[in-house]
C-alpha cells in the first residue's frame, strides 16, 4: 500500500504531530513515532543547514519575538497584553494592553517600528504564534520594513522560548501574586515589572 504523501516526503515525526494537531486530530507525538516504525518509515534525514536552536543562536542581534497574553481583571473583564522581547539584549517590552486585539494590534506593530528606530535596520525576523490576533496588516507593517515573519508550528511554544519564559516569569512573579482591579493598575503593574526585569535582572 502506497503511503501518503507527507510520508513519501521523509518528514520528521514531529512536523506530521505539528499538522495533525492543525487538523485538530489529538495524538502524542510517541504514537505517531510507533505508527512509522511499524510501518517501516525511517526517521527523517538529518538537514544540511542549521537547527533551530543554531539558527536563533546566529541570528540573535536580528530577532524579535512577540507574543499575548490574558490577565483576569477583579472587575470581571479579560484583557489582551501584547509583549515583544529582543533576542540579542533579553530586554522585554509591553507595548500595550486592550480588551480588542483585532482593531489595535497593527497601531502596536506601527508603534514598534517607531521605537526601533535606525535600529529596525539591524532586525530582520520577527517570531510569532499562530494566533489569529495577529492579523495580515500586522504582519504587513514589519514586512514593509524588510523584515521577515516567522510563525512558529503548531502547538511547538519552544519555538518561541524566550518570548515564552518571558511571560511564565510575569505570570509567576507578578500576575499571580497581585489583584489587578482594571486596566489602568494593569499597565502600571506591568510597567514596574518591566522596568525590574530589565534593569536590574541579569540576562540568561
Not at 530577532?63 to 529582543?86: E, H, M, P, R, W
Not at 533576542?87 to 522585554?92: E, I, K, L, N, S
Not at 486585539?101 to 535606525?118: F, K, Y
Request: net charge positive.
Amino acid at each position: 500500500m502506497a503511503h501518503p504523501p507527507f510520508l513519501r516526503f521523509r518528514v520528521g515525526y514531529r512536523r506530521i504531530h505539528g499538522e495533525l494537531a492543525g487538523l485538530g486530530i489529538r495524538i502524542a507525538p510517541s504514537t505517531v513515532w510507533e505508527i512509522l516504525t511499524k510501518a517501516g518509515i525511517d526517521p527523517t534525514p538529518r538537514r544540511t543547514g542549521p537547527t533551530w536552536a543554531q539558527f536563533l543562536r546566529a541570528q540573535a542581534e536580528a530577532i524579535i519575538a512577540t507574543d499575548f497574553f490574558t490577565v483576569d481583571l477583579l472587575n470581571g473583564s479579560q484583557v489582551y497584553c501584547l509583549a515583544v522581547i529582543k533576542h540579542a539584549t533579553c530586554r522585554v517590552h509591553v507595548l500595550g494592553v486592550t480588551g480588542n486585539p483585532a482593531a489595535w494590534v497593527t497601531q502596536q506593530a506601527r508603534n514598534l517600528l517607531m521605537d526601533l528606530d535606525d535600529h529596525a535596520e539591524k532586525i530582520k525576523f520577527l517570531i510569532r504564534d499562530r494566533d489569529s490576533k495577529f492579523v495580515a496588516a500586522f504582519d504587513a507593517v514589519f514586512q514593509s520594513a524588510g523584515i521577515r515573519i516567522l510563525r512558529s508550528p503548531v502547538r511547538a511554544p519552544r519555538a518561541n522560548a524566550i518570548m515564552e519564559r518571558r511571560i511564565g516569569s510575569c505570570r509567576r512573579e507578578v500576575l499571580d501574586r497581585i489583584l489587578v482591579w482594571n486596566q489602568a493598575h494593569l499597565r502600571r503593574v506591568l510597567a514596574e515589572y518591566e522596568d525590574h526585569y530589565n534593569r536590574y535582572r541579569p540576562p540568561r
